[in-house]
């Protein structure tokens, strides 16, 4: 297992899970929703394909060093796929509330990091499956992945005969055993780890001027402390979402040529802070700071699983007036934050380093940390995430039923409570926000504010 997963693992506690989830609407029919068994036929006959379906953790023999996959050679079906009713009256707050509901809690380690959810009882005889894959198995572009083996490009009928595909798992060796390979391999690995450090300090990634990694916090320039990074005790999530034609979107960058739709999306995002900080009389007089995780996966292999990603340091402009400006604003960040991808990347490694030079036990005390009133003492690294996915353009199916709109629930873990996530799928992008209810409990106040932004933008055009 690599520092960088075990990292995802040590964020998580009671009440703050830390998976990837995504949230797909089926279209309704004149038979009523898919019958639940056919959506665990599909799973029993495709997951075997998946190398992450029966990934399993092991412990750390004597909790020293890092945990490590193993494969686990049967699964439960029952013990990872439930299904279950929306309240009433089956709109899309009640998805969200019920989607809150069913992932608030961390996976069980104690089985394969997954779990899928088939959710019934959407106005108009809709349904939706939420699929959670943790972030140590994978990011966003390996939940695409998985997509990929579930769902198809046309009708497929389920065909119940088709026999279930075997998982392949493999034998667990002994603690003792364990501690006997993996405690001096752990030596050589803090060893190393210790040289890669030493080595990127002398040698930095970028001809750019030293700084802080992105990820500590600065003295010299941190964003402005907002509601959004203020202290929660209750860890209970809010959620709202909304879908804008991609045509709208692609038109937005004709206001100002050279820009790209994330540039758009983030300068959508941060329309919608501004009003939202604005009517709450927390309007700061500076650019508020987002991250934006960057898939570094070769061309060609977007279909791998695991992390493969770094972070993008964005700022955004809430302090700037006209929606233009802000659009030019973002465009100019995102591009020096591009040029300063290969730093940003080295500063993940070393990271994973620094993960790897530490016991596990300090590494958790120090995320534990984060989450506590106390660091709010320390400025802000960031006030928000905001995370972009290129989706397939075309519609796909799970057995016959169309999947009408893709949703992505984000990750809101401390001292980080605001997640935008944005995702294209077939001639939409489908925008989630996903925050915490003690500190925003009305999230639709932003989602409209992204639309009030494009139209903004869109009139520029005339």
């Known amino acids: 297992m690599r520092s960088t997963e075990s990292i995802f693992l040590r964020l998580e506690r009671r009440g703050w899970p830390m998976d990837v989830a995504g949230i797909y609407v089926l279209d309704s029919a004149p038979e009523g929703p898919l019958d639940f068994d056919d959506v665990r036929t599909v799973f029993a006959q495709r997951l075997a394909a998946s190398p992450v379906a029966n990934r399993v953790v092991a412990r750390a023999p004597l909790h020293i060093g890092e945990d490590r996959w193993t494969q686990a050679d049967s699964i439960d079906l029952d013990a990872h796929m439930h299904h279950r009713a929306v309240p009433e009256p089956g709109d899309l707050s009640a998805l969200w509330e019920a989607v809150l509901e069913v992932t608030g809690e961390p996976l069980d380690r104690g089985r394969p990091l997954w779990e899928a959810w088939y959710l019934t009882g959407l106005a108009d005889g809709r349904a939706a499956l939420v699929l959670r894959l943790h972030h140590a198995v994978t990011d966003g572009m390996g939940l695409l992945a998985l997509q990929q083996l579930l769902f198809d490009r046309a009708p497929t009928p389920v065909s119940p005969d088709h026999e279930q595909a075997a998982l392949v798992g493999r034998p667990h060796p002994s603690l003792l055993r364990r501690a006997l390979v993996e405690v001096p391999s752990r030596l050589v690995g803090t060893t190393l780890a210790a040289i890669r450090l030493v080595d990127r300090l002398a040698h930095p990634a970028s001809d750019q001027p030293p700084s802080l990694p992105g990820y500590l916090p600065s003295l010299t320039a941190p964003p402005p402390v907002t509601l959004f990074n203020r202290h929660v005790r209750d860890p209970r999530k809010s959620m ?111 990271l994973a380093d620094v993960g790897d030079l530490l016991l596990p036990g300090v590494v958790s005390a120090a995320m534990a940390f984060a989450g506590t009133r106390a660091f709010g003492l320390f400025p802000p690294t960031q006030n928000l995430t905001v995370s972009t996915l290129a989706g ?71």
């Open 240 to 350: 709202a979402a909304l879908s804008l034609p991609f045509d709208h979107v692609q038109a937005a960058r004709k206001v100002l040529p050279g820009t790209t739709i994330n540039d758009v999306l983030l300068s959508l995002v941060t329309g919608a802070m501004r009003a939202y900080l604005s009517a709450r009389d927390d309007l700061p007089d500076k650019p508020i700071r987002t991250t934006c995780p960057v898939n570094i996966r070769a061309p060609g292999n977007d279909g791998s699983y695991g992390n493969h990603l770094t972070t993008m340091w964005v700022d955004l402009p809430v302090h700037l007036d006209e929606p233009v400006e802000r659009l030019a604003a973002v465009h100019a960040s995102s591009a020096a934050a591009k040029k300063a991808l290969p730093r940003s990347r080295a500063d993940w490694d070393s």
């Open 392 to 462: 397939p353009r075309e519609p796909l199916y799970l057995t016959t039923r169309r999947i009408t709109n893709v949703f992505l629930r984000g990750v809101v873990c401390p001292p980080i409570h605001l997640f935008f996530a944005a995702i294209t799928y077939d001639q939409d992008v489908h925008v989630t926000v996903t925050t915490v209810r003690e500190l925003c409990p009305d999230p639709d106040a932003l989602v409209d504010g992204m639309r009030v932004e494009l139209d903004r933008l869109l009139s520029a055009l005339h």
